[in-house]
């Protein structure tokens, strides 16, 4: 009962606390969409105001800047999220971590209340109370993880347009970076997830003297292969003066044609695919359209 009522208690708190943090939250990104409307910024806030408006994110991102202020984590472990999730999955590192202690703490309350229930074992209880508080680390990893195989798919279904374009520009006579940002605003209503990563190219690009990194991180952030290809591309349009036109109109005709196999051969195992519902589902009709008068009369003669 004991149990029961801090749990109650704990999450009163939460609440009233969750409360306070949107409140402060929204005063002060209604202080910055005044002081940029004053200076008159051209700055597109509807996007990320819509996402930092919702009440998990806004309390997920008070706790992580709270935990990695007060080093309530391990360095090991922010230092961690930051090399590798981050980067990753392009999130803010202080959401990322109060999601992973969020989660935990969800979990680590679901298990005291029901472990007792399940098993009457202390030490099964303490090995399933760890359990859960280990999966609700993870969770927020497995959550991104999906989003980031959907963005991945969306990437690679897009590069065929984006090289299109990117083609018709460089024939043109645009140069790499002109041609780059001009794909990325095309493709920003076509696919916004490839326009994602070529406006990327092209920011890093204007920051970074060396274009060859930028041009090489287009390859290795994602691991597609056609961005990597395209990478490779560019490189050695780059090293070898090779122009740009005649480098992207191999690229393209080579990932064109590729395309095509890989239909033929999706076409190629649709029979395959397609014997065992038809094993499934139309031999036990035929066998009985056939076979049934003749076990009918077989039947009837027997009764005789």
């Not at 004991?2 to 990104?29: D, E, G, Q």
């Not at 080579?254 to 589902?281: D, H, Y």
Request: charge should be positive; glycine fraction near 4%; charged fraction near 20%.
């Amino acid at each position: 009962m004991n149990m029961y009522i801090f749990v109650v208690v704990f999450l009163v708190l939460i609440f009233i606390s969750v409360h306070n943090v949107c409140a402060n939250i929204k005063k002060r990104n209604n202080i910055k969409n005044r002081v940029l409307s004053f200076y008159r910024f051209d700055v597109d806030v509807s996007a990320s105001d819509s996402v930092k408006s919702g009440v998990i994110l806004n309390t997920f991102l008070f706790i992580g800047e709270y935990i990695i202020n007060f080093h309530l984590f391990p360095k090991d472990i922010i230092y961690g999220i930051k090399k590798k999730d981050i980067y990753k999955y392009d999130v803010d590192v202080r959401i990322l971590v109060g999601s992973k202690f969020g989660c935990s703490v969800s979990f680590f309350l679901f298990s005291l209340l029901f472990s007792q229930n399940i098993t009457s074992n202390y030490i099964f209880e303490k090995i399933f109370t760890a359990v859960f508080l280990w999966f609700g680390f993870i969770v927020p990893n497995i959550y991104l993880d999906q989003r980031y195989a959907i963005y991945l798919r969306s990437v690679e279904m897009g590069m065929g347009d984006a090289l299109d374009i990117f083609l018709v520009c460089a024939e043109s006579g645009l140069a790499m970076e002109p041609s780059m940002e001009r794909v990325s605003s095309e493709m920003k209503s076509l696919n916004p997830n490839v326009a994602k990563e070529f406006r990327k190219t092209v920011d890093e690009m204007r920051v970074n003297s060396d274009q060859m990194q930028a041009i090489e991180a287009l390859g290795k952030r994602t691991g597609i292969p056609a961005l990597e290809r395209l990478s490779a591309a560019l490189s050695q349009s780059l090293e070898t003066g090779t122009p740009l036109a005649s480098v992207l109109r191999i690229l393209v005709s080579e990932i064109r044609e590729e395309k095509l196999t890989n239909f033929e051969a999706r076409a190629a195992k649709l029979s395959v695919i397609l014997t065992f519902p038809m094993i499934i589902f139309l031999l036990p009709c035929m066998f009985i359209i056939v076979a049934g008068p003749a076990i009918v009369n077989v039947m009837s003669i027997l009764k005789k």
